[in-house]
């Protein structure tokens, strides 16, 4: 799946503007700025946070693959099969990609999880499995000129699964499922979305800490590269600070950054752009903490803001706390939405998505976009009844955009708890002022 950071990535390229890649910034932090010179006070001031993410356990891990039974169970499905990616790395720790070839998992409803991988790929397999919660489970291997759906179905045979129902991590390429269902026709394939889903979507105490320290370490990235900003820098310079100031505070992030006009466009363009005193400045994304993440949205002024826009950041701000004060166990995911987007229209910037143009936000782990959403009518259809519940995390990020004159967006992420709902972040105090 294509995020919205690798897409940026990959607009700013297709552009030739140099970009700050997330691989680059990995390491504790360099002494200087992507162009080579010393780094502003602000972002040489940071210091690493790394030091207080603890690593998910097998033993939590563990804990998922039993309630992926239970629902499995409760959805009448037999087994689950997982392909690369991060419901992979969620259930079993192991990180693997996708390729034209096939390396999955398969977690029967009952019985050891089997793993079916290249042969070449064995000892990398292996070593993936060393210490994790399927460590003592069965590798098949498939050569170059053999098909591994038909160990696919072998190993489901060998579990007691001749029939039934398979379910198939959405990510999975369409050419594996529909091949997988070729050779093992007594098979239904399904959907696994309500399995990895239905488990992802709740956050436990861990995986919140994970994320509550990404959003604090995205903010004082934020904050220190906004104190390091000048009118004439590009984007490609910002986006330098902001890899710099990530490497400074030891974990890997991304943002854009959308200047004037182009804040219109909520993932904004890849048209270069500098900044200018008194023109807005809208900087998004986040960053990943032991395979978690945040999505922060600040949208600010260097200088005097007009009043048009000082009375737009007001409206967005009070649209975000409107959301805020909504979500609550047991509230539709849908009332969420509504009840920022009506802030929006009852201020004149309606109706429904002419403004205000996108859902009022997403599920939020180990994808900066999963289940559920807040919005009426969600994509797809599964999580259509879902209700807010306690320990689900979303963005909440309200915003207008004006094209042709400028954009306002406000996001942090939000905690559903059996009280209400809390932000990890403090919601941004003003256009000129936002941290």
């Not at 552009?15 to 997330?22: C, R, Y």
């Not at 997982?82 to 259930?91: C, D, I, M, V």
């Not at 397999?125 to 050569?143: C, K, N, S, Y």
């Amino acid at each position: 799946m294509l995020s919205r950071r690798s897409f940026l990535s990959i607009a700013g390229a297709a552009a030739g503007l140099p970009v700050v890649h997330l691989s680059a910034q990995r390491g504790p932090g360099g002494e200087g700025s992507a162009s080579g010179g010393p780094l502003p006070p602000s972002i040489a001031a940071l210091t690493s946070m790394r030091d207080r993410a603890t690593p998910i356990t097998a033993d939590e891990r563990k804990g998922r693959l039993e309630r992926a039974r239970r629902l499995m169970a409760e959805q009448k499905m037999d087994a689950i099969i997982l392909a690369g990616g991060t419901s992979l790395n969620y259930f079993t720790g192991i990180r693997w990609g996708n390729s034209e070839r096939l390396t999955a998992v398969v977690i029967p409803r009952v019985g050891n999880p089997y793993i079916v991988t290249p042969a070449f790929e064995e000892d990398r397999t292996r070593e993936q499995l060393v210490g994790g919660p399927v460590e003592h489970t069965d590798v098949a291997i498939w050569q170059e000129d053999e098909s591994p759906f038909a160990l696919v179905g072998q190993g489901l045979k060998d579990r007691g699964i001749a029939t039934g129902r398979i379910g198939v991590e959405e990510t999975m390429k369409f050419v594996f499922a529909d091949t997988m269902g070729g050779a093992t026709p007594a098979l239904k394939i399904v959907s696994a979305t309500p399995i990895t889903a239905g488990c992802r979507m709740i956050k436990d105490a861990h995986e919140v800490a994970l994320m509550r320290l990404a959003c604090e370490v995205t903010l004082k990235c934020y904050e220190a590269v906004h104190k390091a900003l000048q009118p004439g820098m590009t984007q490609t310079q910002v986006s330098g600070l902001i890899g710099a100031a990530y490497g400074r505070l030891g974990f890997p992030g991304f943002a854009s950054i959308q200047v004037g006009e182009y804040t219109a466009l909520p993932h904004g363009s890849i048209t270069p752009q500098t900044i200018k005193e008194g023109t807005i400045i809208m900087v998004d994304d986040g960053c990943t903490v032991e395979g978690y993440q945040s999505d922060i949205t600040r949208t600010f002024v260097l200088g005097k803001a007009t009043d048009k826009m000082k009375q737009v950041f007001d409206i967005v701000h009070r649209a975000q706390s409107a959301a805020l004060k909504a979500a609550k166990p047991g509230v539709t995911l849908e009332d969420v939405d509504a009840a920022g987007r009506k802030v929006v229209v009852d201020a004149g910037y309606g109706p429904g998505f002419k403004y205000f143009t996108h859902r009022l936000g997403h599920g939020m782990g180990m994808d900066g976009h999963e289940w559920p959403y807040l919005v009426k009518n969600n994509m797809f259809g599964w999580e259509r009844s879902v209700k807010a519940q306690a320990g689900m995390v979303f963005s909440d990020e309200p915003g207008i955009y004006i094209r042709g004159e400028f954009g306002v967006r406000l996001e942090d992420d939000m905690h559903i708890t059996p009280n209400g709902a809390e932000l990890f972040t403090p919601q941004s105090p003003s256009i000129e002022q936002p941290f």
